[in-house]
């Protein structure tokens, strides 16, 4: 081997070394964010800077892991602190701009549900781990609630903040009916926790709004969601299978946000979608934006969407049968093939921006 190969060698060899052990601190970060969250010591310190001790008083934790977390989160750039010399009189306090990244449920830029989403990666890794020599499924209750919450928390601010205002105003036809009487209604399908009905809700007050998921878990906390927002006038929730033969034709919206990816039988639920919505209504699908054609050269988004893929998504959608595997990565030509195989006889994608949703109209 010649000098230059060794030396470009060595070099990809130091590249790939730097960016693990970068990635090793990033996860580590994350983690020590996930127990941020899970205690409330976010919270804590929102209320105003403390000490460890001040923290743990707060937060009802022992006062040694309280300073241990603090220090570690101000040395990763998390928290800010002073420079008093004794550990217990050292005051943390959590910057400004961070607290909207930390705790503003409601932000585009809330990024805390993160953690929870790599945790909730972890708790199913052995599952997977077997999975991946099987060629079995994994089924989305083995994730555990920090997925549940992670996902629901990472949408919650962009259902909030965009639905009405940008996504639906891009579906021609949709805002005249949604606001026009008689009152709409509308069906979500694997609504999980139910931000994307309660927003529907919110924004569009006349319409009324079902939510269908078969996880129960997420069926409770949709209904405490409604709840809590002041929507349950307009918003119900059920664990029902969308193929109930009862509901064909009722709505004059039927939607499935993030969910057709995870599903074994993507083909199923979009003819189910066709069989939901009544004549002249509207059949909307948004999943994940990412290129038509296998490619490496990707954005961070791509490749934060190539993440998720093999430890989550594609073990959910090889879970049931049949079991068309799909996984994160749904291009736009497999989307177009499932809904032709249901019954669909076009695919319009709608001209709505976003940085990690492909929005489409069927018919």
Request: proline share 5%; charged share 25%; hydrophobic share 45%.
């Amino acid at each position: 081997m010649s000098a230059t190969a060794v030396s470009t060698s060595d070099a990809a060899r130091d590249r790939l070394v730097e960016r693990l052990f970068g990635a090793t601190i990033g996860a580590l970060d994350l983690l020590h964010v996930w127990v941020g969250e899970r205690l409330g010591l976010y919270s804590a310190l929102a209320e105003a800077p403390a000490t460890s001790t001040e923290l743990a008083q707060r937060a009802h934790i022992d006062e040694r892991y309280a300073r241990e977390w603090l220090e570690q989160q101000a040395v990763a750039g998390i928290l800010a602190t002073d420079d008093a010399t004794d550990p217990h009189e050292r005051t943390f306090r959590i910057p400004a701009g961070h607290d909207e990244v930390l705790l503003d449920r409601d932000s585009l830029n809330y990024m805390a549900p993160l953690a929870l989403g790599v945790v909730g990666l972890a708790q199913a890794l052995p599952e997977v781990r077997e999975a991946f020599r099987t060629g079995s499924g994994v089924p989305y209750e083995a994730y555990g609630e920090d997925t549940r919450h992670f996902i629901a928390a990472l949408n919650r601010p962009m259902f909030l903040n965009l639905l009405a205002s940008e996504w639906f105003p891009g579906v021609p036809g949709l805002v005249e009916r949604l606001e026009a009487d008689p009152p709409a209604r509308v069906a979500g399908l694997g609504c999980g926790t139910g931000w994307s009905s309660i927003a529907i809700a919110l924004g569009f007050p006349k319409a009324a709004v079902t939510g269908l998921d078969l996880d129960a878990g997420s069926i409770d906390e949709a209904r405490k969601n409604a709840l809590e927002v002041g929507v349950v006038d307009r918003v119900s929730f059920e664990q029902r299978n969308a193929n109930d033969p009862q509901l064909a034709g009722s709505f004059d919206l039927v939607c499935a946000f993030e969910t057709i990816h995870d599903m074994a039988d993507p083909v199923g639920a979009l003819r189910a979608m066709r069989s939901l919505c009544a004549e002249g209504g509207t059949v909307l699908v948004a999943d994940e934006r990412v290129a038509d054609a296998f490619t490496t050269d990707v954005d961070d988004g791509e490749r934060f969407q190539w993440g998720w893929s093999a430890l989550h998504c594609l073990p959910c959608a090889l879970n049931g049968e049949p079991a068309a595997g799909t996984g994160t990565i749904m291009r736009t030509p497999t989307l177009r093939a499932y809904a032709r195989d249901a019954g669909f006889t076009d695919v319009e994608v709608l001209p709505i921006e976003n940085d990690f949703w492909r929005f489409y109209r069927l018919s």
